[in-house]
């Protein structure tokens, strides 16, 4: 039996607020939304908004926290990111579990790439967005896209709905050895083959994406049809709010 085949079968506490009209974010909606900045009281903040570190939930998902490293597009740890881990909204966390476990019914296993994202970390690639000078990362990141349209073409934006909690990048991994599987492209690759249905994608690649999309689906996430990797769960714990707290053990923890 094929893996694919076995698949088948088996109100936040906010330190400063302002109210703005967003511009449209990853899900492509704007709207009028509460900011939620951190500052100062981290712990307060993520823990009464519900906010778990993902391990506590389940420790099984692999974790390659990228934002948290220097392997991604800025080439450098991003603003907000203190500790390697994955935060999200209670809700957003139980649902990936549930995912988490069909898939390892048939020997696989997700594993996330980020989690909750802060603001400030949104407002850092902005910034590296609109730095022309700074080319490091193009030939892995964004061979095909001039530096310049990451922005107006949508791969960058000005909000984000990993700030809201509840929306996660996710690959597959074939267990024991946690190899990912072929997914066309690699994480955070800014060309319209990281489209999840984008028509040159064929043969195992497509299936692999389509395997992720329904169990992810299945569990009431829905997938950002530009980013094969990018899902939020539904209904959002928090739709309206952008928040700020660093990412760190500590913000969700006593």
């Known amino acids: 039996m094929t893996w694919v085949a076995a698949v088948r079968v088996v109100a936040a506490v906010l330190v400063a607020q302002a109210v703005f009209v967003a511009p449209a974010d990853e899900a492509g909606a704007a709207s009028v939304t509460n900011a939620a900045s951190a ?10 908004a519900g906010f778990v570190a993902l391990r506590d939930v389940d420790p099984s998902v692999g974790q390659d926290m990228r934002y948290a490293g220097r392997r991604n597009f800025t080439g450098a740890v991003v603003d907000g990111y203190e500790e390697p881990v994955c935060l999200l909204a209670r809700p957003a966390a139980e649902a990936l579990r549930r995912a988490q476990r069909e898939l390892s019914r048939s020997g696989y ?3 996330v790439f980020d989690c909750y994202r802060p603001q400030r970390a949104v407002d850092r690639f902005v ?22 349209r990451l922005i107006p073409e949508g791969y960058i934006a000005a909000r984000s709905g990993h700030s809201r909690g509840s929306t996660v ?5 074939r267990l024991p050895a946690r190899r990912e599987l072929d997914m066309g492209t690699a994480f955070d690759f800014f060309d319209p083959l990281s489209h ?12 692999n994406r389509g395997v992720l999309k329904r ?8 997938n950002l049809p530009e980013e094969w990797w990018h899902f939020t769960y539904r209904p ?11 990412v760190a ?4 923890r006593p």
Request: hydrophobic content about 40%.
């Open 39 to 48: 500052a100062g009281a981290p712990a307060s903040v993520a823990r009464s």
């Open 109 to 111: 296993s997700l594993k």
């Open 127 to 148: 910034r590296w967005a609109g730095d022309g000078t700074d080319q490091a990362t193009k030939a892995e990141f964004y061979p095909g896209v001039d530096k310049s």
């Open 169 to 173: 990048d996710v690959t597959v991994v």
């Open 196 to 207: 999840t249905d984008d028509p040159r994608v064929s043969g195992a690649v497509r299936e």
């Open 215 to 222: 169990v992810l689906g299945a569990q009431g996430f829905v």
């Open 236 to 246: 959002e714990a928090h739709p309206d709010t952008y928040f700020d707290f660093p």
């Open 249 to 252: 053990v500590a913000s969700v």
